[in-house]
């Protein structure tokens, strides 16, 4: 089998379009020994059902790669090592293992096997399930790659997940999403989905337009149907979709997108707005991978075509290379993936090669011949990615750069060129300034042009020059990604410079050991209505992440002063608008100012509506709408409620009712033109100085309270006129007599007590009247 393959290899010669000499030699071939595939191996194998195999490559590990066809090799060597089939465990009972869809996440492949979604951990090499799909069937699987991985935003960018069954009618389609990297889907409900007419042909995160794109197929018609402003407001541009088409996002994160079919070659610069990519007359294609920046397409006639993906030249320019391939005639020959570039040499290219049982890769490399032509060298060195971005162009700007961003929608660019001095050797230098802002900044656009400033987004920067021709020494762009949205260094905080512990109301050392408080049954309601609950609640309070309760006087306004920290420093006292919410249901505090006396124009949110809108208490930037700005459509019906709002624009405060405790609070900044971030913390305070509760009921209290007062005055009416009768002088004078006898009997016992006899005297002996 290796003679068979080494003559194949001899035999191919690679020529260019004119010209009569060869272009590509041979420089190495590598093959493994023959895998018996009747041998027994441990689990299911493994197989691709479409007709045309390919190979799917790793886009941030170059020798990361899968083999699709009548089997699935797996390598982490660019098949440079002999493979066992991919096998899974027969444990996951996966029934026909057909694999119909495959995508890379750092160590992990994700597979579509018979309708279900696997995770293959090549590095630990062990099998998981995904959860969460609910039994509904899914066929193919979508995300990008992000290979930044030091960024938290390309992280985010590379677990994102979309599942789908292709063809589904798009009104109904289970679309399923995993922000974890494939281990758990939720349900996707893409916003007007019911009143789409079509089937599904896919749904793609397109970083390039900041949006997520669902491909809906209708009368041999695909066009995209976008999820945010502005682009939400009507379908994409159609295009013809006469068969099923295989859909790449090129990486770079720059829109780039090749469709792909049997007889269909089409491309998009900018995720949706699609142009078929010609090929030689009656050809048709078998594969067509990509790279960041290049295209190459072998056809069912043994015809390779190569491209370069820049700014200007689409790979509508692709060059054809005759392949001249006799000896394989009778052989399935498929062009799996290249990698490598010049100078030299320009390509490397794998071609996959199946005689009889045996799968076998060949390496083809091709050297350049020609000499090479003149070109305009872009040298830049992008740097100092802040609000202006500069770099050296040293040579001849006959073929000028190109500045383009990405998700125009967002980020908004001004670039100019300068000449800035000489070299040693008297070239010119030039300067590129790129001026970056942030579209709604700009005032140059329409508002309805820009993006939303409450979704955050991603946007590319690619330098390029213009109308550059294919060379032996190929100039790449220059590209950098930009992340529109939260600095993760950022974080709040409450000021704390009182607590309950410096002032000796409470104890740091008892609030460590495992501290727990009650909350009483009537003060409280988990679900945030201020109903009274039916029973105590008992709450450990956690001191590692709370620290000593700040303190607060009852009955006093009160507002937390909020600080901002960037990367360790004081930045500022935050002033924007934020909400409160006592995370233990606690409604014993209410707020100083009503909706009227904060001046709204429109009735404003509070947690009520926000819990019946959302289902649950989540009161962010993203979903905040001011009371004073003109998107608030509601109308101003209840005037005189609470406004739950503080910061901003009022001096509005909460009021602590008579109960001493702890308070813990939720802080959330919802002003949408603070930040992008989600500034969020959590805080405690103690409440004091109100007075105990009575534990009498307080109208029984009252009602005996009044029944006193009435008793006394009546009292003092009747006895003076008692007392002016006969009958009262008879009282006073018995009154006398017995005050009298009183004294008479005490002075007995006192002189009783102090004479030795008397315990013999009489009360009569020692004076008193019998």
Same mark, same amino acid.
């Given at each position: ?253 720059? $829109?780039? #997108?090749? +469709? ?8 998009? /610069?900018?995720? =949706?707005?699609?142009? *078929? @990519? ?116 040293? $040579?001849? #700007?006959? +073929? ?8 125009? /929608?967002?980020? =908004?660019?001004?670039? *100019? @060129? ?353």
């Amino acid at each position: 089998m290796l003679i068979l393959v080494l003559v194949a290899a001899a035999g191919m010669r690679l020529c260019p379009l004119v010209g009569a000499q060869p272009l590509c030699r041979a420089r190495t071939v590598r093959t493994g020994k023959v895998f018996n595939v009747m041998q027994a191996v441990d689990g299911d194998v493994l197989y691709f059902p479409s007709t045309t195999p390919r190979v799917i490559k790793h886009p941030c590990r170059k020798n990361v790669a899968v083999y699709l066809g009548r089997q699935l090799f797996f390598t982490t060597d660019s098949f440079k090592s002999s493979l066992p089939p991919l096998t899974i465990p027969s444990s996951k009972q996966v029934g026909v293992p057909a694999v119909t869809s495959v995508h890379f996440i750092g160590s992990l492949l994700l597979l579509v096997v018979n309708q279900k979604v696997y995770i293959y951990n090549y590095r630990e090499v062990s099998w998981k399930s995904s959860v969460g799909m609910n039994k509904s069937p899914c066929s193919h699987i979508s995300g990008d790659n992000c290979c930044f991985t030091s960024n938290v935003f390309c992280i985010d960018i590379n677990n994102r997940i979309f599942a789908y069954l292709l063809g589904e009618p798009v009104s109904q389609a289970h679309i399923y999403e995993s922000t974890n990297g494939g281990r758990r889907f939720t349900k996707y409900t893409y916003e007007g989905q019911a009143q789409l007419v079509g089937s599904l042909g896919g749904i793609f995160n397109l970083y390039g337009l900041s949006q997520i794109g669902m491909l809906i197929i209708y009368r041999n018609k695909g066009t995209f149907k976008y999820s945010h402003h502005p682009l939400d407001r009507s379908l994409g541009l159609a295009f013809n979709y006469n068969e099923t088409l295989n859909v790449a996002i090129v990486p770079g994160h720059r $829109g780039l #997108l090749i +469709l792909w079919s049997e007889n269909s070659l089409l491309f998009s /610069h900018n995720s =949706g707005d699609v142009d *078929s @990519i010609p090929v030689k007359l009656g050809d048709r294609s078998c594969t067509a991978p990509s790279h960041e920046y290049e295209l190459a397409v072998l056809t069912k006639e043994d015809h390779l075509y190569y491209g370069s993906m820049g700014l200007l030249q689409v790979p509508a320019r692709l060059e054809w290379i005759i392949m001249r391939l006799q000896l394989w005639a009778q052989s399935d020959l498929r062009l799996a993936f290249w990698y490598g570039r010049g100078p030299p040499p320009i390509l490397i290219f794998n071609f996959f090669v199946v005689m009889g049982s045996c799968l076998c890769c060949l390496v083809c490399v091709l050297y350049p011949r020609a000499q090479a032509r003149p070109a305009s060298l872009l040298l830049s060195v992008l740097r100092g990615w802040d609000h202006n971005t500069r770099g050296l162009l040293p $040579g001849k #700007l006959s +073929l000028p750069p190109l500045v383009c961003g990405g998700a125009r /929608h967002s980020l =908004g660019l001004q670039a *100019s @060129i300068s000449e800035t001095g000489y070299t040693l050797d008297g070239t010119i230098q030039y300067r590129l300034d790129i001026y970056l802002k942030q579209q709604q900044h700009w005032g140059r656009t329409d508002p309805n042009f820009t993006s939303s400033l409450r979704r955050a987004t991603i946007s590319t920067l690619t330098v390029d020059i213009a109308n550059k021709e294919m060379s032996c020494i190929d100039i790449k762009p220059l590209s950098t990604l930009i992340s529109i949205g939260c600095n993760l260094d950022k974080k709040i905080i409450v000021q704390n410079k009182v607590s309950a512990c410096s002032m000796g109301i409470l104890d740091s050392m008892v609030l460590q050991d495992n501290y727990n408080y009650i909350v009483e049954k009537e003060f409280y309601d988990l679900s945030f209505q201020g109903n009274k609950s039916t029973k105590n609640q008992v709450v450990h309070y956690p001191y590692d992440r709370l620290g000593c309760p700040r303190l607060v006087y009852h009955d006093t306004p009160w507002r937390p002063v909020i600080e901002l920290w960037q990367d360790g420093h004081f930045e500022e006292v935050v002033k924007a608008d934020y909400v409160l919410r006592e995370v233990n249901g606690l409604f014993t505090y209410s707020y100083t100012l009503s909706v009227k006396q904060a001046g709204c124009y429109y009735q404003p949110q509070n947690w009520t509506t926000i819990i019946k809108e959302m289902g649950e208490p989540t009161w962010d930037r993203e979903n905040y709408v001011s009371c004073f700005d003109d998107e608030n459509t509601v109308p101003l019906q209840w005037p005189e409620i609470p406004y739950q709002i503080l910061g901003g624009r009022t001096e509005n405060s909460i009021v602590f009712g008579p109960r001493n405790g702890i308070y813990i609070f939720f802080l959330a900044i919802v002003d949408p033109y603070y930040s992008y971030c989600h500034l969020q913390t959590m805080f405690s305070i103690y409440v004091h100085g109100a007075y105990p509760p009575l534990s009498v009921n307080p109208g029984f209290t009252m009602v005996m309270l009044m029944g006193g007062i009435m008793l006394a005055l009546w009292l003092a009416y009747v006895i003076p006129k008692l007392l002016s009768s006969n009958q009262g002088q008879r009282i006073k004078m018995f009154g006398a007599r017995l005050c009298w006898r009183c004294k008479r009997l005490c002075s007995w016992h006192r002189s009783r007590a102090g004479s030795p006899l008397g315990s013999r005297l009489t009360p009569r002996e020692a004076g008193a009247d019998p």
